[in-house]
């Protein structure tokens, strides 16, 4: 196929491709997006999609921190991408409009910069994903010792991290009297906006104080929960989405019908009416954002590291094994339920029940491996603080702690007939030498891996319910393997 997907091939797309309503040629840029990878696109890119047919200022330019890969693919057309919607229904595309032009950050900081200082760019988001935050992900305080804010501290004007990018922008606004952007995280964060705001009023304290105060002080960053599932695109997807558009799309976004996004309604500059695609403005994002980070997460990634264990690929792979279904409803029901405190009117059974459908979707093919990448970064908002609300009242943990032993045993690096596994975390080398320098005993390796204070903070490793409850999961996992494990934990009473 020869016909690249571009402005001039929308006419011609067959008619069931939903293409963007509003003319391109008429929007401006009012967002400046860090970290465009397929979740952006299928998630805040759609939503601005949506409302440019009533506000055309608000297109995005959307930046690559590293990688140029996005920036090749969308390029050569016009910035436009499918958006394909998949479940046992069938499949929709929709053609996306609303990013204008991807930058790669290390081959144009100083366009980038530029764009992120005018006035015009009035909110910058954010999905970097969590080690992106160059956070301790135990406390949520900037790692002051993190090899990119060391770098970045000392080459204020040619940052490598997104805070340095953020501070630097905002303080040449701040210079040239320009009220600074909102900073809006999209990722997966514990209070995302919070943690934004403490990262960045950190470092920028570090390069200056006054510039730390004008941060902390001057500068809205909007929490917000995000909710899509996005497995990675395949290059199988890539032949169909093309084959179906009569016109090649190098680099198609796959997702699911499902999708939500509440924010906290804190935008000096303006923002644009999302409430009209969709998303719900509110006061207080936490109890959404727990709502969510500990049930569909949490669920998430114990499915991850069990699934790949047991040798599933995929999430619905691994949920239609009945086993595994009901240690995730237990898991749920059980465990995590009763540390929520519920979003006013959330029908918490139709959530749950929404969730076990969303993680069976045929459709997804959504890779356990995946999901079990940057661990490290991921259990203490996931599954953690449940464990830690759990001990609090002294009520059973055992499924938690299945998911933290699971995790223990993934990170070691052998499979269970002995195959490497391709760890993929920013703390990999250092959890595979613990795992090695504790030798082969699953107590010793509990112990080890429990005293990377980064993840488990100084607490845990203290709580003898907790490590004695993952030590003897992770025993049974090494003896009996992950299958096992998961059948008589969910047939064994609590
Ligand atoms: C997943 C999330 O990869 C992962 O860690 O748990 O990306 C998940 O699919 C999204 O948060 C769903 O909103």
Redesign the pocket.
């Known amino acids: 196929m020869t016909t690249r997907l571009s402005h001039a091939v929308l006419p011609r797309l067959p008619a069931s491709v939903k293409v963007p309503g509003y003319a391109r040629s008429t929007v401006t840029a009012g967002i400046v997006h860090l970290g465009i990878g397929a979740?952006h696109r299928a998630h805040q890119a759609v939503y601005t999609d949506d409302i440019l047919v009533d506000d055309p200022t608000w297109g995005i330019v959307a930046a690559s921190l590293r990688n140029p890969a996005t920036r090749d693919a969308l390029e050569p057309q016009d910035g436009l991408y499918t958006l394909s919607i998949r479940s046992d229904e069938g499949e929709r595309l929709r053609v996306i409009g609303s990013v204008l032009q991807v930058i790669v950050a290390p081959e144009a900081l100083e366009d980038l910069i530029r764009i992120m200082s005018d006035p015009a760019t009035r909110i910058v988001s954010l999905t970097v994903t969590e080690k992106g935050y160059c956070y301790d992900p135990a406390t949520g305080a900037l790692n002051e010792a993190h090899p990119e804010i060391v770098h970045d501290l000392s080459h204020p004007s040619l940052p490598r991290s997104a805070p340095g990018l953020i501070v630097e922008a905002l303080r040449r606004r701040r210079s040239a009297g320009i009220p600074p952007f909102a900073v809006m995280s999209c990722d997966?964060l514990p209070a995302n906006g919070r943690t934004v705001k403490r990262v960045l009023s950190r470092y920028a304290e570090m390069l200056d104080r006054d510039l730390g105060a004008f941060v902390r002080e001057h500068v809205a960053c909007p929490s917000t929960m995000?909710?899509?599932?996005?497995p990675a695109t395949t290059d199988e997807d890539r032949e169909r989405i093309s084959r179906l558009l009569g016109a090649t799309d190098a680099w198609p976004v796959m997702t699911e019908p499902f999708t939500q996004w509440v924010i906290e309604d804190d935008f000096p500059q303006g923002r644009p009416a999302w409430e009209n695609a969709g998303a719900q403005f509110v006061s207080d994002v936490e109890p959404f954002e727990h709502m969510k980070l500990r049930l569909?997460?949490g669920s998430?990634?114990t499915l991850a590291y069990l699934g790949y264990l047991a040798g599933y690929e995929t999430v619905a792979d691994t949920m239609a094994d009945p086993a595994f279904e009901r240690l995730i409803q237990g898991l749920m029901d059980e465990e995590v339920t009763p540390t929520l405190h519920l979003p006013p009117g959330t029908d918490l059974q139709s959530y749950k029940q929404a969730l076990v459908t969303r993680f069976k979707n045929p459709a997804l093919r959504?890779r356990t491996a995946?999901?079990a990448?940057d661990g490290s970064q991921?259990l203490p908002q996931r599954l953690l603080g449940t464990v830690r609300d759990r001990l609090a009242k002294d009520e059973p943990i055992r499924r938690l702690a299945l998911g933290v032993a699971a995790w223990m045993r993934y990170v070691t690096g052998r499979d269970e007939r002995g195959e490497p596994i391709d760890v993929r975390d920013p703390m990999a080398e250092r959890l595979r030498r613990t795992a090695d320098e504790a030798g082969p005993e699953p107590r010793d390796i509990a112990q080890g891996l429990l005293g990377i204070g980064e993840i488990f903070g100084d607490d845990l490793p203290q709580n003898q319910a907790f490590t004695n409850a993952v030590t003897s999961a992770l025993d049974t996992l090494f003896r009996k393997g992950a299958q096992a494990t998961v059948r008589e934990t969910t047939l064994s009473s609590f």
């Open positions: 979740f997966n995000v909710d899509r599932i996005v569909l997460n998430h990634s959504h995946q999901i990448m991921k």
